[in-house]
Structures are given as C-alpha cells and as structure tokens.
C-alpha cells in the first residue's frame, strides 16, 4: 500500500500581528484569530446587548469571555486532523450530528434517497437516550425503530467469486499460445 505526504501544512506561512492599539503583543498572535474573535465578540455582545442589555459588573465576563475562548482555542491546530483548526472541526461535527451524511452517488447524477442518509439516531449514538423522556411518543418511536425498511434498491448482491494463481508456467503457455496462433495466422 502506499502512503502519500502531504507537504502543504510546512508552507503554511501565518501573518501575525505584533502591536495593537499601541499595546505590545509580544510573539505576535495570528491576525484571522484577532479577526474571528472580533467578528465573534460582536455577534455575541450585539445579540446579549439586544436581548438583556447593558451588563453588570457581575454579568460582563458572560458578554467577553465566550467569544475569546472560542478565538483562542477555536483557532488552535485539530490534534484529529493537524490541518484544520478545532473551529473547522467543531463546526464540520455539529453539522454531521444536525444534518446527517448524505452519500454522493455517480458523481452528484442521482440525489440520495431518504432512505440512504444515515439517520439521527445512528449518528448520535446513545447520547441522545438521556436527553429523551420515555412518553407514549417516545415508546410508539422505539416501536418504529426496530421496523427496518425494505432497501429500495432491490436485494443484495451474491458475489461467488473463484480466485485463480497463475504461476509464470503458466502465464508462459498462455503467451505462447497467443503468439503462436497470430504468427500462424500472418502466414
């Protein structure tokens, strides 16, 4: 088998900002970091401003400190996959456990059907069972589950495949009887 390097994450070259406002940042931090994290911060305090208003004392590190952790450790290296950022990461597996794997099939020529998405609950696992309150809606659910649907793509498949070995005696005579009909053939 063979393994690919992929080399792009050496050539990531990172702009950092070293001065702000007058106030030394000493190493430099990453300017999209500074850019998220003030895109963020004023989301998060427009819409807090909006709904509560002006914060107390008590109440202003509800309005600065969820922005900055997500800036700061939003914008750190995914230790599952060192090329994206854990923002990237947290975004891309929130939205698999909100909408689900759709397959591609031919290419994008054919949308998948319904029934060929995984559903909620095998994305979820058994972390949504907690969450879940045991009504008559939730028993009739259960009851729906252990249904399973008919494929709409006809039955399986039986593969009855005979693997054959040729040794080169016999890769040989089999190239020998080819060569020696079309030379007979050219007569």
Same mark, same amino acid.
Request: charged share 25%; glycine share 10%.
């Given at each position: 088998?063979r393994?690919?390097?992929t080399?792009?994450?050496?050539f990531?070259?990172?702009?950092k =900002?070293?001065?702000?406002?007058?106030l030394?940042?000493?190493?430099?931090?990453?300017?999209?970091?500074?850019? +998220?994290?003030?895109?963020?911060?004023?989301?998060?305090?427009?819409g807090?401003?909006?709904?509560f208003?002006?914060?107390?004392?008590v109440?202003?590190?509800a309005?600065?400190?969820?922005p900055?952790?997500i800036?700061?450790i939003?914008t *750190?290296?995914?230790?599952?996959?060192p090329?994206?950022?854990n923002?990237?990461?947290?975004?891309?597996?929130l939205?698999y456990l909100i909408h689900?794997?759709?397959p591609?099939i031919?290419?994008?020529?054919?949308s998948a059907?319904r029934?060929e998405?995984?559903?909620?609950?095998?994305?979820?696992g058994t972390?949504?069972?907690?969450?879940r309150?045991?009504?008559t809606?939730?028993?009739?659910q259960e009851?729906?589950?252990?249904h399973?649907?008919?494929a709409?793509?006809?039955?399986?498949?039986? +593969?009855d495949?005979?693997?054959r070995?040729?040794?080169?005696?016999?890769?040989?005579?089999?190239?020998?009887?080819?060569h020696?009909?079309h030379? *007979?053939g =050219?007569?």
């Amino acid at each position: 088998m063979r393994t690919g390097i992929t080399y792009t994450r050496h050539f990531d070259v990172e702009t950092k =900002q070293h001065e702000l406002l007058g106030l030394e940042l000493g190493e430099g931090w990453p300017r999209k970091a500074i850019v +998220l994290g003030f895109v963020l911060y004023l989301v998060w305090t427009g819409g807090l401003l909006l709904i509560f208003g002006v914060p107390s004392k008590v109440a202003f590190s509800a309005y600065v400190l969820p922005p900055l952790l997500i800036a700061v450790i939003g914008t *750190k290296r995914s230790t599952r996959n060192p090329r994206r950022w854990n923002i990237t990461y947290w975004t891309l597996s929130l939205r698999y456990l909100i909408h689900g794997h759709r397959p591609v099939i031919c290419g994008g020529r054919r949308s998948a059907h319904r029934s060929e998405w995984i559903d909620r609950r095998a994305r979820w696992g058994t972390k949504g069972d907690g969450l879940r309150r045991k009504s008559t809606l939730a028993r009739r659910q259960e009851e729906l589950e252990h249904h399973v649907p008919p494929a709409l793509s006809g039955t399986p498949l039986v +593969l009855d495949a005979r693997p054959r070995l040729h040794g080169p005696d016999a890769v040989y005579r089999a190239y020998g009887r080819k060569h020696t009909t079309h030379t *007979k053939g =050219q007569r």
